[in-house]
């Protein structure tokens, strides 16, 4: 495998290219795969060509086929490896491109008997061209929960080395965000550098490094239109998640963005008619943000169905180690068009921003997008005075689905009910005359008494009433 991409890539033409090694100079057939992963979507490919020589640096790696050009220091090494035998001593059990042990990640092994303390293990990329504009390289690390040791990113331009990012303990042992703004009037490197802090099965391992041709948003802003800034669905399916997608202008759904209002711009969006009945989710979730005890969450979000059968749910949530909640939802058409929503978020603790779509007890459609998403820490929302995490608010929409979903759930286990008796009657009635040859004491009250409704319409003498009446 020369190079794969995974998820939603936005409705815009990228350009992607591999090198094709010494092996290929013989004769060679290139062949182009697509794998199914997922209910909707659709991929094209155009303008395909061979030139001579090597590819320059990739943009986006997320070292599923290959190291795409990174080069490791010589005598601590970094390594590319997936956990999929169990063999790996040391490293992340799942990647964070596909969220299984088959994913491919870069990793440093930083126990003292692999990486001695005070040693560094670089992970250097190839020659990027000068910019003439800045950039945003983004990147996923985890480290290991004790002594990981530090990752620190720089940018290295005629020789010199700028320090743009660096990171030595976190919470847990999760996938994290990580993102520079790179400026460079030269050719340029990015240098991934790991030093040991001495541990015991710790590591550093990275994954899904992407630049973009814009500098960096806010940590928890996006306005979507060259990548989706850290904001990502969980790549574990197995829990009934559903991923959201990105796009630009379609049908169903928005035609125009928010932010540039074309149909050209993009933004984020999940067709709930996807999950179905039972409780499935599509969630989308922000960086970790720090504890904050005042930030200011906008968005623009886009609910806006032709018809009141359409009723997905759109919440924000906050997540996180203690746990998780509801600051504010909507269900089924809010308006035409665009809506802005503006919400004070407070967390004592390290969080996640989550935007939630689910259906409720009853399936439902519709596409819930959202755009423009800003998150402003160390100041409240000014003047709104908006979902505040009110409880109250949050409680009564709580009462309200919880009424109307008790309702449906009526209903539908009273057409249960109905369907059952319709279903038993039926096979009662075909199945009748072999029965009655083979013995005459064969059915069970049960089946003999619907059988009596159904044969004879006429109310029974005495008898108990009949316990169903079908039409
Ligand atoms: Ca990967
Ligand atoms: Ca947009």
């Known amino acids: 495998m020369l190079w794969t991409r995974t998820g939603a890539h936005g409705s815009m033409w990228h350009l ?18 697509a794998l199914r992963d997922g209910y909707l979507g659709d991929m094209a490919l155009d303008d395909v060509t061979v030139r001579a020589g090597a590819c320059g640096a990739q943009t986006s790696c997320s070292f599923e086929a290959n190291a795409c050009g990174f080069s490791s220091s010589w005598q601590y090494t970094w390594a590319r490896q997936s956990n999929a035998t169990g063999s790996a001593t040391a490293g992340p059990p799942t990647d964070h491109t596909v969220g299984t042990a088959q994913g491919y990640y870069m990793m440093v092994d930083t126990s003292k008997g692999s990486l001695p303390r005070g040693q560094a293990a670089t992970l250097s990329s190839g020659q990027y061209r000068p910019l003439t504009s800045p950039q945003c390289l983004g990147f996923w690390y985890q480290l290991s929960p004790s002594d990981p040791g530090s990752l620190t990113v720089c940018v290295k331009e005629n020789g010199v080395q700028r320090r743009l990012f660096s990171v030595s303990s976190v919470q847990g042992d999760a996938w994290r965000y990580g993102k520079v703004t790179v400026q460079a009037a030269e050719d340029w490197q990015v240098v991934f550098e790991v030093v040991s802090a001495g541990g015991e099965l710790s590591y550093v391992a990275l994954d899904d490094l992407h630049l973009k041709a814009s500098s960096c948003p806010e940590p928890g802003s996006c306005d979507f239109e060259s990548d989706t800034c850290g904001w990502t669905s969980p790549s574990d399916r197995s829990l009934g998640s559903y991923a959201w997608g990105w796009r630009s202008g379609a049908s169903p759904g928005p035609e125009v963005d928010h932010t540039l209002g074309t149909t050209a711009g993009h933004y984020v969006y999940f067709d709930a008619g996807v999950l179905g009945p039972g409780g499935n989710t599509a969630r989308l979730l922000s960086e970790h943000l720090p504890a904050t005890t005042g930030a200011c969450l906008r968005f623009w979000y886009h609910m806006d169905f032709p018809e009141h059968f359409y009723s997905g749910e759109l919440r924000v949530k906050l997540y996180s180690m203690v746990g998780q909640l509801t600051v504010w939802s909507a269900r ?18 390290e969080f996640q921003i989550v935007f939630e779509v689910t259906n409720g007890v009853w399936p439902a459609g519709g596409t819930i997008a959202l755009d423009d998403v800003t998150y402003h820490a160390g100041e409240g929302c000014d003047g709104d005075g908006l979902g505040q995490m009110e409880g109250g608010k949050v409680a009564k929409g ?17 057409l249960i009910a109905l369907s059952t008796c319709y279903w038993l009657k039926r096979r009662v009635s075909a199945g009748r005359m072999p029965e009655e040859r083979a013995t005459s004491q064969g059915f069970d009250n049960i089946a003999f008494r619907d059988d009596r409704v159904t044969i004879t319409p006429l109310p029974a003498d005495g008898e108990a009433e009949p316990a169903v009446s079908l039409p």
């Open 16 to 33: 992607g290219f591999a090198t094709l090694s010494r092996q290929a100079l013989q004769r060679y057939r290139l062949i182009f795969e």
């Open 398 to 414: 709580s009462v309200a689905a919880m009424v109307i979903g008790i309702l449906l759930a009526t209903v539908f286990l009273l």
């Open 332 to 349: 089924g058409h809010q308006g035409q068009g665009w809506q802005n929503r503006t919400i004070s978020v407070q967390n004592t603790v």
